[in-house]
Every structure is written in structure tokens, then in C-alpha cells.
């Protein structure tokens, strides 16, 4: 069972980012389905896109409130040179510090998870589901 | 084609205070069910989370008695998913959504997301892709540096410039192999892309340039012979290795415009990236 045992707002927790890449199949599907389940079942509180580069093609706002905010954030999605130049190109660059992205594309699903999940020092982590 | 500046429609699954959580498989269902439709979720645990941002839906367990999850003021539907398998629940939710236009993974006018993205760290604004481009993706910010103007405009699954860009600097993030797909460039790559300058080169300079010609050539036949079989043997004979050259989709080369269409566009590019060029070399005027 899920229960939150901090409010996901907490500035100290990064906020997760996860792009399905619905559109096209260059990311393999059980990478993204293992990563997807493995974020689901935290009991954390996170942001699931279908495509980055659609939202980036739109310059979707969402892109740019993302970026802006002040906690850390993690994203799961592909190369991460070009994750930075879809930011960019939807003119909503991406901070130098405090960002890290997970690559799904060239990473294994648990290496990935490892990376998105692990929270700062002093951060309690949320009861998950098993 | 897709509407500029619009917001991916919003799911909040909300899982907080006054909600049942939804159990582990639902939930995956319910996620990659509405990823897989388009959608941007937002798994929230607490309201003040569902509020940030513009939810458009808010889907939680109730159990008939749904709390205030989203401010009064954003206009969002919600819906009580409980008891619901993740079919019913994305099916209501499609409902809500109404006609709302948005694009759709798997739809019958989807629009694959295709088009250059640049790596400002190698780029030299040196504008060569602005002059190859045909269909205006590329533009100028204002402070004179190249933008990707429409991304919309890109033919998908042509990465042709990225082909004359000497930097490696232009990528296509669901391009199949690297480094255009955004991996890291690696010496040798740098050296096999001027290659490829050079093929295109060895095509005449430009090979929409070298298109023209064929098709001028084969236009002149075509009117001389009024042979339309070997006019068009000819277009297709030039346009194969074109697109063996600089890989790009035959679906491309069939679509371009007329050869006169094709100069006046060159022209215009040329024009543009020659302004933006002059302006580069132009120091600042300071101000007072
Ligand atoms: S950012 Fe990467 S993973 Fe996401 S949609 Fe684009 S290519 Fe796919
Ligand atoms: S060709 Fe390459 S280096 Fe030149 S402006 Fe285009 S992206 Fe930048």
C-alpha cells in the first residue's frame, strides 16, 4: 500500500520527470515500462510526459515552469545532450546545477531507477508498494 | 500539422488525503494507458501538489466523496475512479477531456515529433543549415544566433542537415543511431561528418542544387521527347542516389517543390543567413 510520510512538495526532494516517448520506439519498451513501474510503486509524487520532443515542438509552457523551479530535478528520458537542447530549443533552459538526467535509451532500467529514486541526505523516503 | 504554445492536457491521479490509493497494476495500467494516449501525468499525494500547474483532470478513489483537490478557480472535471478497471477510468477520462485538439501517439493525423535540435556547445552559428533548409525550420534569434524557428515544418525522418552541419552540432533525438541521436560525439564522427560535407559537395555543391539541374534536365527532355516514361525513370534514377548519399526519405525528395520554387527559397535562406552573418560581425552598438 501507498501512504505519503512527507508532502512531495518538500524542497529538499527532487522532482521526477519521466518521458514515455510515446512517439517513436528509440527507447526500448521494457526499459521504459521497468523504469515507469519502478516510479509508480515509490510512493513518491512525480511528472510522467508522453514525449518531451513533442512538448518541446509546442514550446509547451509546462516546459518552462519545469525548468524554473527550485528544487532539484531528475528526468528520465534519453540522451542527455539532447534533453538539454530540447529544454533550450523550447526556450526554457535547463538550470546548471541541480539537474540530473537518467538516460533510458543506453541504461538499464535498474541502474536508472537507482538514480531517480535515491534521495538527498536527510530526506525520508516515502512508504512504497511491494 | 500541431498548435503552437498549447499544453499537453493534465491528469492529476490523486492519491492524498481523502482518497483510497489505487492498487499497484491499476495504477501502472492507468499511467502507461494514458502516456501511450498522450497525455502529461502528475501523480500527486498531496493537494497542494495536484494544484501546481494546469490539471485539466483530477482521477483519484474517492468513494463517492471526492475532496476539494484542485483551487476553485482552475476548471477541471473530477472523477471517482473507484471500482474502475484502468480501461473504464481512461475511457471517462477521454470523455471529460471532450473535443479538446491534441496529438495523439497513435492517431490517424498524429504528427511524429521530428526536427533538428542544437547543441549550442558545438554550434558556431555559421548558418550553413539555414541555407540548406527548404522549409524555413530555421530562423535567426535576435541576438543574431540560429534558431529552430518551425519545427514543424521538418520533413520527419530526414536528417539531411545535420549532414552539412560541420560541428556535429545538430541532432534529431529519435534518430536511430549516433551521434545525431544526441550521443556524445567522438573525434572520429567529427571527421566522418565532414565526409559527408564532402559527399554533398561531390553532388555538386548542394544537392538540392544538383536536383535542380536533373530536374531541369529532364523537364527539357520531357518537353523535347514528350517521353514522360523515361522523364520520370530519369528523376527517379537521380533522386535514388541522392537519397543513397545524404539519406534522405525518398517520401522527401518526391515532395519538393518545383525547381523555380527551389531557387526562390535558396535565395531566400542565403539572404537571411547572410544578414544574420553581417550582424554577428557587427560589434555592438554601445549604449549610453
Ligand atoms: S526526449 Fe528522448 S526519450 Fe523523450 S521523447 Fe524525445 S527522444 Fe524520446
Ligand atoms: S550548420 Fe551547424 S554549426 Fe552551422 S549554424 Fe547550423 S548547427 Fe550551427
Known sequence: MTTASKPSTDSAEPRIVYCRCAYAQVVPEEVKQEVLAGIAASGRGFEAVADLCEMAARRDPQLKALAADDRPLKIAACWPRAVEGLFRLADAPLPTHGVEILNMRSDAAPQVLASILEQPAGVTDTEADV | MIAPATHLPRVVLYEGPGSQPFKGAERLALLAGLLDRGYWVTRADTTAAASDGNAVLVVGCFAGAAPAVVADSQPVSVIDATGLASDATIDRIEVARADEPMNRPNGPDTWK????????????????????????????????????????????????????????????????????????????????????????????????????????????????????????????????????????????????????????????????????????????????
Not at chain 2, 132 to 138: A, Q, S
Not at chain 2, 157 to 178: L, Q
Not at chain 2, 251 to 267: G, K, M, N, S, Y
Open chain 2, 113 to 288: 515529433p521530428w526536427f533538428p535540435v542544437i547543441d549550442t556547445d558545438r554550434c558556431t552559428n555559421c548558418m550553413q543549415c539555414l541555407t540548406f533548409c527548404l522549409f524555413d525550420v530555421y530562423g535567426v534569434a535576435s541576438d543574431h544566433t540560429l534558431r529552430v524557428e518551425n519545427p514543424a515544418n521538418c520533413k520527419v525522418n530526414c536528417p539531411a542537415c545535420s549532414r552539412v552541419c560541420p560541428e556535429v552540432a545538430i541532432m534529431f533525438p529519435k534518430y536511430h543511431a549516433g551521434p545525431i541521436d544526441g550521443s556524445p560525439v567522438r573525434q572520429q564522427d567529427v571527421a566522418a561528418e565532414k565526409m559527408k560535407v564532402d559527399i554533398s559537395a561531390l553532388l555538386g555543391g548542394d544537392i538540392y542544387e544538383r536536383l535542380r539541374q536533373r530536374s531541369e534536365g529532364a523537364k527539357a527532355r520531357f518537353s523535347k521527347e514528350r517521353d514522360a516514361k523515361q522523364a520520370l525513370s530519369e528523376r527517379r534514377r537521380c533522386l535514388t542516389k541522392l537519397a543513397d548519399a545524404a539519406q534522405i526519405p525518398r517520401e522527401v525528395l518526391d515532395a519538393l517543390p518545383t525547381p523555380e520554387e527551389i531557387e526562390r527559397r535558396t535565395a531566400a535562406a542565403a539572404e537571411k543567413a547572410a544578414a544574420a552573418l553581417a550582424a554577428q560581425s557587427t560589434p555592438a552598438t554601445p549604449t549610453t
